[in-house]
C-alpha cells in the first residue's frame, strides 16, 4: 500500500466530509454536501445553530461575515433573513445562490444518501437546541442507531451530556481540542453518554487510540486539508478522518 499505510485499516476507515466537501464547493451548503455524496463520503458534517426565531440553521461561524454577503450574528437574523444571503459567492462566482440550510432541508435530502454527522455549534449561545435538533430527528424516525446513520457530536460537553439523556439511542461524539481532554480520568467520563472521542489530528497516535478502543469508543481525527495528514492516521488505528477533501482518503466503498 502507498506509504506503508496499512490497507485493513484504509479498508474500513470512515470518510467524513467536513462540513460537506468543503476543499471543492463552498462549506455547510447544499452543493457541498452533494459534492461529498457524489465522492462517496460515509458521512457529511455540518454545523448547526439556531436563527433568531428559533430554527435550526446549517452555518459554522456564530456570525454570518465570512460565508455570506451579509453581516451580523445569526442568532439576530430570522430564517427569513439568513435564507436571503448568498453562502456561495464567498468561495467561487460559479456557486453564486448557494442558501444557508435548514438542518432539515438536510435530514430530507440526505438522510437517505448518506450519514451525517451533527455538531451543535455554539450551544451555550442557543438554550434548548439539543431538543430541536432531537425533534427534528425524532420526526424522521432518525433517533435510533437502527435507522439511518445519524452521529451528534459537540465540543460542548454538557450539552451532549443533555442530547445522550434526550434521545439516548443516538451516538454521541465528543470534540477535543487539547491533551488536557484526553487523559484516562476524562476518557472514561466521556464513556459515561459517548460513543465517539474526536480530538484535532494533532493530538492523535497510537497510545490514544488504544486507549479509546479500551474503552469500547470509536475516534475520528479532524480536520485532514493536506494529503499527507491521511497516512499517519490510518497507521494510528483511527476509525474516522473528518476531511475537506473526501478523495483524500484511500477509497473502500462500492
Ligand atoms: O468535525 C470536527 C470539526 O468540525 C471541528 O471543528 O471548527 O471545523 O467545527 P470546526
Ligand atoms: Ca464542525
Same mark, same amino acid.
Given at each position: 500500500?502507498?506509504?506503508?499505510?496499512?490497507?485493513?485499516?484504509? /479498508?474500513?476507515?470512515?470518510?467524513?466530509?467536513?462540513?460537506?466537501?468543503?476543499?471543492?464547493?463552498? %462549506?455547510?451548503?447544499?452543493?457541498?454536501?452533494?459534492?461529498?455524496?457524489?465522492?462517496?463520503?460515509?458521512?457529511?458534517?455540518?454545523?448547526?445553530?439556531?436563527?433568531? @426565531?428559533?430554527?435550526?440553521?446549517?452555518?459554522?461561524?456564530? =456570525?454570518?461575515?465570512? *460565508? *455570506?454577503?451579509?453581516?451580523?450574528?445569526?442568532?439576530?437574523?430570522?430564517?427569513?433573513?439568513?435564507?436571503?444571503? @448568498?453562502?456561495?459567492? &464567498?468561495?467561487?462566482?460559479?456557486?453564486?445562490?448557494?442558501?444557508?440550510?435548514?438542518?432539515?432541508?438536510?435530514?430530507?435530502?440526505?438522510?437517505?444518501?448518506?450519514?451525517?454527522?451533527?455538531?451543535?455549534?455554539?450551544?451555550?449561545?442557543?438554550?434548548?437546541? %439539543?431538543?430541536?435538533?432531537? /425533534?427534528?430527528?425524532?420526526?424522521?424516525?432518525?433517533?435510533?442507531?437502527?435507522?439511518?446513520?445519524?452521529?451528534?457530536?459537540?465540543?460542548?460537553?454538557?450539552?451532549?451530556?443533555?442530547? &445522550?439523556?434526550?434521545?439516548?439511542?443516538?451516538?454521541?461524539?465528543?470534540?477535543?481540542?487539547?491533551?488536557?481532554?484526553?487523559?484516562?480520568?476524562?476518557?472514561?467520563?466521556?464513556? *459515561?453518554?459517548?460513543?465517539?472521542?474526536?480530538?484535532?489530528?494533532?493530538?492523535?497516535? $497510537?497510545?490514544?487510540?488504544?486507549?479509546?478502543?479500551?474503552?469500547?469508543?470509536?475516534?475520528?481525527?479532524? *480536520?485532514?486539508?493536506?494529503?499527507?495528514?491521511?497516512?499517519?492516521?490510518?497507521?494510528?488505528?483511527?476509525?474516522?478522518?473528518? =476531511?475537506?477533501?473526501? @478523495?483524500?482518503?484511500? $477509497?473502500?466503498?462500492?
Amino acid at each position: 500500500a502507498p506509504g506503508g499505510m496499512p490497507d485493513q485499516n484504509a /479498508d474500513k476507515v470512515i470518510t467524513v466530509a467536513h462540513r460537506g466537501a468543503s476543499g471543492y464547493a463552498p %462549506e455547510n451548503t447544499m452543493a457541498a454536501f452533494e459534492k461529498a455524496v457524489e465522492m462517496n463520503a460515509d458521512y457529511i458534517e455540518l454545523d448547526v445553530q439556531l436563527s433568531k @426565531d428559533g430554527q435550526l440553521v446549517v452555518i459554522h461561524d456564530t =456570525t454570518v461575515d465570512r *460565508t *455570506t454577503d451579509g453581516t451580523g450574528e445569526v442568532r439576530n437574523l430570522t430564517l427569513e433573513e439568513l435564507r436571503k444571503l @448568498d453562502a456561495g459567492s &464567498h468561495f467561487s462566482p460559479e456557486f453564486a445562490g448557494e442558501r444557508i440550510p435548514t438542518l432539515e432541508e438536510v435530514l430530507d435530502a440526505y438522510g437517505s444518501k448518506t450519514g451525517i454527522l451533527i455538531e451543535i455549534k455554539a450551544p451555550h449561545l442557543y438554550p434548548g437546541i %439539543e431538543q430541536k435538533v432531537a /425533534d427534528a430527528l425524532a420526526e424522521r424516525n432518525m433517533d435510533e442507531s437502527s435507522n439511518g446513520k445519524i452521529i451528534v457530536q459537540s465540543f460542548d460537553f454538557n450539552s451532549m451530556k443533555k442530547f &445522550h439523556n434526550i434521545l439516548p439511542d443516538v451516538p454521541i461524539g465528543v470534540l477535543t481540542s487539547g491533551a488536557h481532554h484526553l487523559t484516562d480520568p476524562m476518557l472514561q467520563e466521556f464513556k *459515561t453518554y459517548a460513543d465517539y472521542v474526536n480530538p484535532n489530528l494533532a493530538y492523535v497516535n $497510537r497510545d490514544l487510540v488504544n486507549r479509546i478502543h479500551a474503552l469500547d469508543m470509536g475516534i475520528m481525527a479532524w *480536520t485532514v486539508r493536506d494529503q499527507s495528514q491521511v497516512a499517519p492516521l490510518l497507521e494510528a488505528g483511527v476509525d474516522g478522518i473528518i =476531511t475537506d477533501y473526501p @478523495d483524500y482518503v484511500p $477509497r473502500h466503498k462500492d
